[in-house]
């Protein structure tokens, strides 16, 4: 059953969308999808390495989305804090270094 998910989640389903937020899946939908469907043995082992660097992924993207929040939060609070006048930008100038 794992497999078969895991199989699922590959599928592109938003081309199956229509207006509501659910995909349209009928048994003709999975019908038209060629498949493989290796040996019990080997879906066992496709699906152990699938979920430790699915793990290893989804850690990757929790960290990253902390460090967005962080980022956002330090640099409100240093909008706030200019725009209060509890830090002097008087003498403060842009050095361009390539990014934003």
């Given at each position: 059953i794992r497999f078969l998910e895991l199989v699922l989640k590959s599928i592109n389903l938003n081309q199956y969308s229509n207006s509501?937020?659910?995909?349209?899946?009928?048994?003709?939908?999975?019908?038209?999808?060629?498949?493989?469907?290796?040996?019990?043995?080997?879906?066992?082992?496709?699906?152990?390495y699938l979920d430790v660097h699915l793990k290893k992924i989804?850690?990757?993207?929790?960290?990253?989305?902390?460090?967005?929040?962080?980022l956002k939060e330090a640099k409100q609070s240093l909008i706030s804090e200019a725009v209060t006048g509890k830090i002097d930008?008087?003498?403060?100038?842009?050095?361009?270094?390539?990014?934003r």
């Open positions: 509501t937020a659910q995909p349209l899946i009928t048994g003709e939908t999975i019908k038209k999808r060629i498949t493989c469907i290796p040996s019990i043995i080997e879906q066992t082992c496709i699906c152990k989804d850690s990757i993207i929790t960290k990253t989305q902390e460090q967005i929040t962080k930008l008087r003498d403060w100038e842009i050095i361009e270094t390539g990014g």
